[in-house]
């Protein structure tokens, strides 16, 4: 097929997200036919030749998607492939018939619910921060988490790159004298989120698995084990996404909106100030 944008094919071959392509083609790393390439540059899948890092990606006409759930143990990394030699998830798949890439990531120490595919397109539909896909994690903390503690957490943290997160629900599931355990769901996917959020308030993180994905759960997946997901889950993750995009464009609008109200009250009408000021 001739003019697709390179983004879109290394999306579609699984090899990462689309904002993932557009970084590793300003770092130069991608070449057609042997030469650099820049972000929106297209290319005839059917004649030329794309590499990343010097290894070719192979471009068939078609390729069939397979999307897995898999029960990542703890010990694994998530990633293709670690120069440190350490265990990735890669190794739990050897079965499937395709090569499938993590979507989204769960350290080494934590475990659950991790999605893998070779689309694309689906992994940047569950990972984009627009989407808010809602994430059920399981976590228990030490010492006893006091009822400020979990406010803090319901409402809200500053991490420690100063950025702040957005409200969770927090379920508390064990209440004892030296842990906690409680389920946290959240609808970010910041680096480390749930461990630096524990961090913030003063909580150790001892146990970390998430169970559920929107309306996906783990269920009765053993540990290292996976399975592909069935159309109906599939479909109800594509919900899940175009939904999250949706509250994500109100919530921006409500935003603005308020900011404008907020600016249009500031001086009385017929004031110096009012006459000075900008129109919205």
Not at 213 to 238: F, I, N, T, V, Y
Not at 254 to 261: D, L, Q, V
Request: glycine share 8%; aromatic share 4%.
């Amino acid at each position: 097929m001739k003019d697709v944008r390179i983004q879109k094919v290394l999306a579609e071959q699984g090899v990462c997200s689309r904002r993932a392509a557009e970084q590793i083609i300003k770092e130069g790393r991608v070449k057609l036919n042997g030469h650099p390439v820049t972000i929106g540059d297209k290319m005839d899948t059917a004649q030329d030749l794309l590499t990343v890092d010097g290894k070719r990606i192979p471009v068939p006409r078609k390729t069939e998607k397979y999307y897995y759930m898999l029960n990542k143990p703890r010990g694994f990394i998530t990633t293709t492939v670690d120069e440190r030699g350490r265990k990735t998830v890669m190794e739990l798949m050897q079965d499937a018939p395709v090569r499938v890439y993590p979507v989204g990531r769960l350290d080494k120490d934590s475990e659950g619910l991790l999605l893998l595919t070779n689309d694309g397109e689906f992994a940047n539909l569950m990972t984009h921060p627009s989407h808010g896909v809602s994430k059920l994690y399981r976590v228990t903390v030490r010492p006893h988490a006091t009822e400020e503690q979990l406010i803090q957490l319901t409402d809200g943290v500053v991490l420690d790159d100063g950025t702040k997160t957005l409200p969770s629900i927090i379920k508390v599931v064990a209440d004892e004298t030296e842990r906690t355990v409680m389920e946290i769901t959240i609808r970010e996917g910041k680096n480390r989120q749930i461990r630096r959020m524990c961090e913030a308030v003063g909580l150790d993180v001892i146990r970390l698995r998430r169970s559920a994905l929107g309306a996906l759960k783990l269920g009765m997946l053993q540990p290292g084990e996976h399975r592909e997901l069935m159309p109906s889950e599939l479909a109800a993750l594509r919900t899940a996404a175009s939904r999250g995009k949706q509250t994500d464009k109100i919530q921006r609008n409500t935003a603005r909106n308020a900011a404008m109200k907020q600016h249009s009250v500031r001086a009385p009408k017929g004031s110096a100030a009012w006459k000075g000021k900008k129109k919205w």
